[in-house]
């Protein structure tokens, strides 16, 4: 039995080899534009979209409860983007607030300011 495929791969698949007219017209229209943001192979390849990050992603890269992502955010420490009722983070702003409050950091740029 093979292993079954990932949504994604699903998607990707059906958008590039389908004869359906959707996914022709979406080819059509992603021609004129340089592109499918989401298809690897796409001339264009774009990686904005590795670059956001949900709420499980977060949670598990830095070690924290769900409540503690909740807490950042509503500080302001940790921007975001919600689209419906799921939020996404940006990787770099993950990355300058590690960066931000990185103990040698501080030190090293002490009185710099």
């Known amino acids: 039995m093979s292993k079954p495929k990932h949504i994604s791969e699903i998607l990707k698949d059906y ?10 017209a979406y ?6 534009s340089g592109g499918c943001p989401l298809c690897p192979n796409s001339p264009a390849e774009h990686k904005e979209l590795s670059d ?29 983007s919600r689209i419906g009722n ?3 983070y940006r990787r770099q702003d993950i990355l300058k607030i ?16």
Do not use: C
Not at 55 to 60: H, I, K, R
Not at 102 to 109: C, E, F, L, S
């Open 86 to 88: 799921k939020i996404y």
């Open 27 to 32: 080819r059509k229209h992603l021609a004129g």
């Open 98 to 113: 590690l960066s931000d409050n990185y103990t040698m950091n501080k030190i090293r740029n002490y009185g710099n300011k």
């Open 52 to 80: 956001w990050l949900d709420n499980q992603d977060v949670m598990l890269a830095l070690h924290i409860s769900l409540r503690t992502l909740q807490t950042l955010r509503s500080n302001g420490t940790l921007p975001f």
């Open 15 to 24: 958008f590039e080899n389908s004869n359906e007219p959707l996914a022709v």
